[in-house]
C-alpha cells in the first residue's frame, strides 16, 4: 500500500492535535503510535526503525538520553525520592534529569590545556584567578585536562505568557568551560539538567529540587563515571566540578541565600555595605563609594556634593567562603512555604551548593549578570533623562530627600506663596523638549549593522520623547555604541565626560580579550566614574544596580571575560 508524504503528515497532525493528546502519547505505549509505526514501515519499507513505542523508549533510554520525573511536595518542602519514593503525594512539578555525553567532542575537552595561548591574557575562563586557584587546591583534579569545569545558570519564565495562566518554569543549565570560548556557551553544548515547573517561582526552596543535581557532582567529584575517549581508544575515569552559577540578581539571591534587599544587599561588600535609606523616595541607595577611592583622594572631604559627611573608611573587605561556612554551620534547614524564617542578616539559608566538597574554597561562586546591569543602567539613564512618568529617578520626592540629606540646596524644593504647589528648580541633567527631540531623533535615524541588534528606532517615539520596548541586548548595544552621540549633542560637558565613560568601561569591559593592566585601569576608572554621577544624579538613582559596577572588574579578574558568564546564551 503506498502512503504520499501528505498523507503521513496528515495522520502526525490527527495524532499531535493538542498538548494533551501529545502528553498521553508520551506518557506510555499508545495505539496511536503503533499506527504510525506501522504506516511509516509501509511507507518506507527499507527504514530501519524499531518496531514500537517501548521499543524506541528502550533504545534512547540505554543512550543516554533518559529523563527521571520527580514529584515534589506542594509545599516545597521535599522530593518524593529514594526512600519516600511510595509516599502518598500531590504531584505538583516535574523535575527532569538529562545526561548527555558527545564522542566527537573529546578533543575539545582539552583545549583549556592545549591550545589556550597563555600569554597572560584574559581569553578564557581558565585564564582566570578562579581557575588558578582551583587548579592549585585541588591538584589532583587538575592532572587530567579532560576533567570537566560546570558553570549552572538558571531563570524563571512563564511558557503561557500570552494567557492569563500563573506558571513558573525554571530550567537549570550547566555549561562546559573545558571547550574553546567560541563553543563553551553555544546550545548544543549546554546540559538541561534539570527542568523544575510549577504554578509559582520556587524561591528560596529551589535547594529542594535541586538535590538530585547536587548529587551527581557529588559522584563526579568524588569517583567520577567511566568515560569512552574516542579520540584516544580508551576509557577513563571523568570526574567533573562546578566552578560558579550565572543568574540575574533575583535567582542570585534564590541560589546563594543572600538577601537581595536591605541595606545589606550587595554580596561583595556584605556586612560592611554603605546603604541608606531615603524617606521620602521610601527606598534603600547605596551612594557611599567613596569608601572605594585612595585614602588622601580629594573627593572624600566633599561633603557639599556628596553625603554631607568626610568619609575615612577603606573599602570594605571581600568576605571569604570559609567564613560563610563558618557562620552558617548553626543555621537551620527550614523549607516550606508555610514555615517561618529567621530574618537576622542578609543570609537567609545554607546553600545547597556549601555541600559541594570544594565550594568553599571557590573565588568565584555566584556572578552578577552583566546582561541585566547593563539593561537597568539603560533604564535608569533614559527613564531620567526624558523624564519618563515612573522610571526617573528625579523628581519631587527625591528633591525632599537631597533636602533631608542637606546637600545640594540649589535642587532643594520652594514652596510657592499659595502653599498648593512646589516649585522645582532645573538639574543639569534636565533636558527641554526641543534637546529631547533631538536625542530621541539620533536614535531614531541610526543605521545599524545587520543582526548586531533589533530594530531600535521603532522602540523611539518621537511624539512623546521617550523610548520603550528595547530588548536586553538592544540596551547593550545602546549603552557601548549609541548613547554617547545624543548625550555629547545635548548636555552640557561634565554631565556628558561621566555618562560617556561609564558608557566606554562596559565597552572595554566586555572586550572578548582583556589584559590585567586593563583591569585595573577600569578598577580606578569606575570608581571616580560613579563619585562624579553622585555629583549629578539624586540619591534614589543610586540602587543595587548602580552600585555593582564597582566590583565588575575583579569579577573579570577571577572569572575572565565577561561573554562566558552572563545569561544572553542562557535565555535565549
Known amino acids: 500500500m503506498d502512503y504520499s508524504r501528505d498523507d503521513i503528515d496528515g495522520l502526525l497532525n490527527d495524532q499531535f492535535r493538542d498538548v494533551a493528546q501529545a502528553k498521553e502519547v508520551y506518557d506510555g505505549p ?48 521535599m522530593l518524593f525520592r529514594n526512600d519516600h519514593k511510595d509516599d502518598e503525594f500531590v504531584i505538583l512539578a516535574e523535575l527532569h534529569t538529562q545526561k548527555v555525553m558527545c564522542s566527537k567532542t573529546t578533543d575539545s575537552l582539552r583545549w583549556h590545556d592545549k591550545e589556550r595561548s597563555k600569554d597572560g591574557k584574559l581569553r578564557h ?10 587548579d592549585r587546591l585541588h591538584p589532583d583534579f587538575a592532572l587530567d585536562s579532560r576533567n570537566v569545569r560546570l558553570g549552572l545558570a538558571s531563570d524563571g519564565f512563564n511558557p503561557f505568557r500570552a494567557m492569563s495562566i500563573s506558571h513558573s518554569t525554571w530550567p537549570v ?46 559522584l563526579l567529584w568524588d569517583t567520577g563515571v567511566e568515560t569512552y575517549d574516542a579520540s584516544r581508544n580508551q576509557t577513563f575515569q571523568m570526574r567533573a566540578a562546578l566552578m560558579w552559577t550565572i543568574n540575574d540578581f533575583p535567582a542570585y539571591a534564590m541560589l546563594s541565600g543572600w538577601s537581595i534587599k536591605g541595606k545589606l544587599a550587595c554580596p561583595y561588600c556584605n556586612y560592611n555595605t554603605n546603604s541608606h535609606y531615603l524617606k521620602h523616595s521610601q527606598k534603600m541607595c547605596y551612594m557611599d563609594h567613596r569608601v572605594f ?33 563558618n557562620s552558617l554551620q548553626d543555621f537551620e534547614k527550614v523549607f516550606g512555604k508555610k514555615r517561618k524564617r529567621s530574618n537576622d542578616g542578609p543570609l537567609k539559608k545554607r546553600s545547597i551548593f556549601c555541600e559541594l566538597p570544594y565550594w568553599q574554597h571557590n573565588l568565584l561562586c555566584h556572578n552578577i549578570d552583566v546582561m541585566h546591569i547593563e539593561k537597568n543602567i ?43 504647589r512646589t516649585k522645582l528648580a532645573k538639574a543639569c541633567l534636565s533636558m527641554a523638549n526641543g534637546e529631547k527631540s533631538v536625542f530621541c531623533g539620533v536614535l531614531k535615524t541610526a543605521k545599524l549593522p545587520d ?90 538613582f543610586f540602587y543595587i544596580m548602580i552600585h555593582f559596577p564597582i566590583h565588575l572588574a575583579n569579577e573579570v579578574r577571577l572569572g575572565g571575560p565577561v561573554q562566558n558568564r552572563w545569561m544572553y546564551s542562557t535565555e535565549r
Not at 526617573?392 to 502653599?419: F, S, V, W
Request: glycine share 4%; hydrophobic share 35%; proline share 8%.
Open 30 to 77: 499508545n495505539e496511536d503510535v503503533k499506527k504510525y509505526y506501522n504506516l511509516v514501515k509501509e511507507a518506507m519499507p527499507k527504514l530501519n526503525i524499531p518496531p514500537s513505542y517501548n521499543k524506541t523508549k528502550c533504545m534512547v533510554k540505554n543512550l543516554g538520553l533518559d529523563y527521571e520525573k520527580i514529584d515534589a511536595c506542594p509545599n516545597d518542602c
Open 125 to 134: 575562563p581558565a585564564d582566570g584567578q578562579a581557575w588558578k586557584d582551583f
Open 173 to 218: 543549565m550547566l555549561m562546559a568551560y573545558n571547550l574553546p570560548p567560541w563553543m563553551c556557551m553555544k546550545s548544543e553544548y549546554s546540559i538541561l539538567s534539570l527542568l523544575i515547573v510549577g504554578p509559582r517561582s520556587p524561591g528560596y526552596d529551589i535547594d529542594i529540587y535541586l538535590q538530585p543535581l547536587i548529587d551527581e557532582l557529588k
Open 293 to 325: 577611592l585612595p585614602m588622601y583622594h580629594p573627593w572624600r572631604s566633599n561633603k557639599r556634593s556628596l553625603n554631607g559627611k568626610t568619609e575615612c573608611s577603606p573599602p570594605p573587605p571581600l568576605i571569604k567562603g570559609t567564613d560563610v561556612l
Open 378 to 420: 539603560v533604564d535608569s539613564i533614559l527613564g531620567t533623562l526624558l523624564d519618563i512618568l515612573s522610571k526617573t529617578k528625579d523628581h519631587a520626592k527625591a528633591r525632599y530627600d537631597l533636602k533631608e540629606m542637606r546637600i545640594r540646596k540649589n535642587l532643594h524644593p520652594k514652596d510657592t506663596g499659595d502653599n498648593k
Open 451 to 540: 543582526d548586531c541588534a533589533s530594530n531600535i528606532s521603532r522602540c523611539v517615539k518621537l511624539d512623546e520623547r521617550k523610548l520603550s520596548g528595547y530588548k536586553t541586548h538592544d540596551a547593550h548595544f545602546m549603552l557601548h555604541y549609541l548613547l554617547p552621540i545624543p548625550i555629547k549633542s545635548v548636555l552640557p560637558d561634565h554631565v556628558a565626560i561621566a555618562l560617556i565613560c561609564l558608557c566606554s568601561f562596559f565597552q572595554r569591559l566586555c572586550q572578548k580579550v582583556i589584559t590585567l593592566e586593563e583591569l585595573d585601569c577600569l578598577e580606578v576608572e569606575i570608581r571616580e566614574i560613579i563619585n562624579q554621577l553622585k555629583r549629578i544624579y539624586p540619591p534614589s
